[in-house]
């Protein structure tokens, strides 16, 4: 299993930035798939998931009204646009892939089994 993210780079704040995650060794539909970031001295956040089953969506608060995550299972890839982006976004973002079938989606990095290296994502101000 491999999920590998691009997209990322450096914006001015205010800009906006589309990230990609392209799985391969597994079929992501029927999967609770997210997107993580980390910033340098700060713990893991959970930014956004969407459910495979009902495409439930959850969002940080962080995050809401700005990001927008989505997926198209025939593609196998996860997406998420990055909008109004703040200093404070800067982060190594990555996505996860839950894998346990059809579990809802829950903002714990606990249920998500298979992790993408990261994209670094940089906003100055």
């Known amino acids: 299993v491999q999920l590998v993210e691009s997209g990322g780079g450096l914006v001015q704040a205010g800009g906006s930035l589309g990230l990609t995650c392209v799985a391969s060794?597994?079929?992501?539909?029927?999967?609770?798939m997210a997107w993580f970031r980390q910033a340098p001295g700060k713990e893991r956040e959970a930014i956004s998931c969407?459910?495979?089953?009902?495409?439930?969506?959850h969002y940080a608060d962080s995050v809401k009204g700005r990001f927008t995550i989505s997926r198209d299972n025939a593609k196998n890839t996860l997406y998420l646009q990055m909008n109004s982006l703040k200093p404070e976004d800067t982060a190594v973002y990555h996505c996860?892939?839950?894998?346990?079938?059809?579990?809802?989606?829950?903002?714990?990095?606990?249920?998500?089994?298979?992790w993408g290296q990261g994209a670094q994502v940089t906003v100055s101000s």
């Open positions: 060794g597994f079929t992501i539909e029927g999967y609770t």
């Open positions: 969407i459910s495979s089953r009902d495409g439930t969506l």
């Open positions: 996860a892939a839950d894998g346990i079938l059809f579990r809802q989606c829950v903002l714990d990095p606990g249920r998500f089994d298979y």
